[in-house]
């Protein structure tokens, strides 16, 4: 009985507020391609405060966040505060909307056409729009440098290949 009782106090007594420390900001604008009515694809946004800019003509880096995309081309994704990378991918090809790049997609904002990137500073409740992106350039596929190749299997503790996941590898200088 006394412990029924101590578990019913503690399910009643105030919880300290914490909504400061969750508060995010909204990234908005929208994309633009001419003659296009309906669009298909994904906003992305990458931890800007790391250093490495997404470029996905040299490697992978995988979203801090992603959204898909508005028919309209617009978007808008909520983050918590700090820098991001922003960038975007038209989808001209087959497939799923969410993901990266594939052949024949076009690529907005980071890098841009010009191999300019946008980083976004949001702060605590802010709304940033950075308007209609409009430079844009068609992925080829990914350049790789040097050559080199990493292959290998997945495999669980009773040496079994192990399927349904996803393997990054990264180099890093």
Not at 13 to 41: D, K, N
């Amino acid at each position: 009985m006394f412990r029924r009782f101590i578990l019913i106090v503690l399910l009643f007594l105030p919880i300290p507020s914490v909504a400061g420390e969750f508060s995010t900001g909204t990234i908005q604008g929208r994309v633009e391609v001419p003659e296009m009515e309906i669009y298909r694809g994904v906003v992305s946004v990458w931890d800007g405060s790391e250093g490495r800019v997404p470029d996905p003509r040299r490697y992978v880096i995988i979203p801090f966040s992603a959204a898909p995309l508005l028919p309209s081309g617009g978007f808008q994704i909520e983050v918590p505060p700090g820098s991001y990378y922003l960038g975007a991918v038209v989808r001209q090809s087959p497939g799923p909307a969410m993901g990266p790049p594939r052949e024949g997609d076009l690529v907005f904002m980071t890098p841009d056409r010009l191999d300019q990137v946008l980083l976004v500073d949001v702060g605590p409740g802010e709304k940033v729009d950075v308007g209609v992106r409009k430079l844009s350039w068609p992925y080829l596929g990914m350049t790789v440098e040097g050559g080199m190749v990493i292959t290998g299997r997945v495999l669980d503790a009773q040496k079994k290949p192990v399927s349904g996941l996803l393997v990054f590898g990264f180099g890093d200088p």
